[in-house]
């Protein structure tokens, strides 16, 4: 008799959803705690974003040496993305000689039909109360990842979300669309190939 294997048609059902690039900013930190001694100055965060389940996803920003305001603004696409799946963002202290240390965890499970702009709490801070993380993510529009970069140091802006201003109001974003002339190919995370590919 035929065996129905419910975990493995499950699987194979979340194998066959359909990736959606998304295109990612990781803009700042805010409120994050002195993970340092201080002789040694403050905290020196960066952030780790990655797909929960797919570690070969993960993407870092850049060090901020001595804050604990870091802004980054820091542009890559997720093309590993499926709807349901989590994304979750994780706050560093780099220390040398040591692990480094959490300084907050944030994760997030949308479909991102529309384009998410949020400043969202983070949690496992360590005693810094209100720290948070603000972010972009929008759905790349066509097959093909739009032109941008990353940041080449601490705060560095090189590539923004196009916004309409409203007459009544602040700018809202627009359309998905992202600009930034003349700018490198963004850091994607690799699909893993098959075996022998």
Same mark, same amino acid.
């Given at each position: 008799?035929?065996?129905?294997?419910?975990?493995?048609?499950?699987?194979?059902?979340?194998?066959?959803?359909?990736?959606?690039?998304?295109?990612?900013?990781?803009?700042?930190?805010?409120?994050?705690?002195?993970?340092?001694?201080?002789?040694?100055?403050?905290?020196?965060?960066?952030?780790?974003?990655?797909?929960?389940?797919?570690?070969?996803?993960?993407?870092?920003?850049?060090?901020?040496?001595?804050?604990?305001?870091?802004?980054?603004?820091?542009?890559?696409?997720?093309?590993?993305?499926?709807?349901?799946?989590?994304?979750?963002?994780?706050?560093?202290?780099?220390?040398?000689?040591?692990?480094?240390?959490?300084?907050?965890?944030?994760?997030?499970?949308?479909?991102?039909?529309?384009?998410?702009?949020?400043?969202? $709490?983070?949690?496992?801070?360590?005693? !810094? @109360? +209100? #720290? /948070?993380?603000?972010?972009?993510?929008? %759905?790349?529009?066509?097959?093909?990842?739009?032109?941008?970069?990353?940041?080449?140091?601490?705060?560095?802006?090189?590539?923004?979300?196009?916004?309409?201003?409203?007459?009544?109001?602040?700018?809202? $974003?627009?359309?998905?669309?992202?600009? !930034? @002339? +003349? #700018? /490198?190919?963004?850091?994607?995370?690799? %699909?893993?190939?098959?075996?022998?590919?």
């Amino acid at each position: 008799p035929t065996v129905f294997d419910g975990a493995r048609m499950e699987n194979a059902l979340l194998a066959a959803r359909p990736f959606v690039p998304l295109r990612v900013r990781i803009v700042r930190a805010s409120g994050l705690r002195n993970a340092d001694a201080f002789w040694l100055g403050e905290s020196d965060p960066y952030c780790k974003c990655e797909i929960v389940g797919k570690a070969y996803t993960r993407v870092c920003t850049a060090v901020c040496s001595n804050c604990t305001e870091p802004v980054w603004n820091f542009d890559f696409v997720l093309d590993e993305f499926q709807e349901g799946d989590t994304i979750k963002f994780t706050v560093c202290d780099q220390d040398v000689g040591k692990d480094d240390d959490t300084l907050g965890v944030a994760s997030i499970t949308e479909d991102f039909a529309s384009v998410f702009a949020q400043t969202v $709490p983070l949690e496992r801070t360590g005693g !810094a @109360e +209100g #720290a /948070s993380l603000t972010l972009e993510i929008a %759905r790349v529009e066509g097959s093909a990842a739009p032109p941008s970069g990353s940041d080449s140091g601490c705060g560095a802006v090189v590539s923004t979300i196009a916004a309409e201003v409203a007459d009544d109001g602040p700018p809202r $974003p627009a359309s998905h669309a992202w600009i !930034a @002339e +003349g #700018a /490198s190919p963004l850091p994607t995370s690799p %699909r893993p190939r098959a075996p022998g590919v």
